[in-house]
């Protein structure tokens, strides 16, 4: 059973958790009211691994730090080593492309589709996104649907709607 470390940070938005394992960043929980309502929705997403808390590790202190700061509107480029081990391969290839949309911007699943060079796979580019353990390092919530269209977000439209006000995204 693998040993992940994890932490649970306030933001003004709530409380976020978030997981690492030896190969970096694997979960990561948007904002939940509680601690403990973000460490339940954690323990959902984990499979076989054993969760130990850990406010030490220095890649979850600046991680934390960098929360804080994103949810207070400013801008914030996460470059953290992420864990995929966990992902099929065109998942990986999905959420690599996503990475590269920078805070402020905004694709469609089309776009990724293109850029993967399977121009027809715009379905499977949503359902890769919505299985995303890493929303905002992974920033799906960046994705968009044809003609300005939100599309769907694991964490809700709402909250989609949310975050892209956050980064100054006009929404057509």
């Not at 470390?5 to 970096?24: D, E, L, Y």
């Not at 290839?93 to 990724?112: D, E, H, L, M, N």
Request: with cysteine; aromatic share 8%; hydrophobic share 40%.
């Amino acid at each position: 059973m693998e040993k992940l470390r994890f932490n649970i940070m306030p933001t003004a938005w709530g409380h976020v958790a978030a997981a690492i394992s030896k190969q970096g960043i694997r979960h990561l929980i948007l904002p939940q009211p509680s601690k403990e309502e973000a460490f339940n929705v954690l323990c959902n997403k984990v499979r076989d691994e054993k969760l130990v808390p850990d406010n030490k590790d220095l890649i979850l202190k600046k991680l934390a730090g960098q929360l804080k700061n994103y949810f207070n509107g400013q801008l914030v480029e996460f470059s953290y080593k992420l864990d995929y081990n966990i992902a099929t391969v065109f998942q990986r290839q999905v959420w690599c492309v996503a990475r590269t949309i920078s805070f402020g911007s905004k694709q469609t699943y089309g776009w990724i589709a293109e850029k993967i060079g399977d121009p027809d796979s715009r379905r499977a580019v949503g359902q890769a996104l919505n299985a995303n353990p890493i929303p905002l390092l992974v920033p799906c919530h960046r994705i968009i649907a044809v003609r300005g269209k939100l599309g769907g977000f694991g964490g809700g439209t709402e909250m989609k709607s949310k975050l892209l006000r956050l980064e100054g995204t006009i929404l057509a």
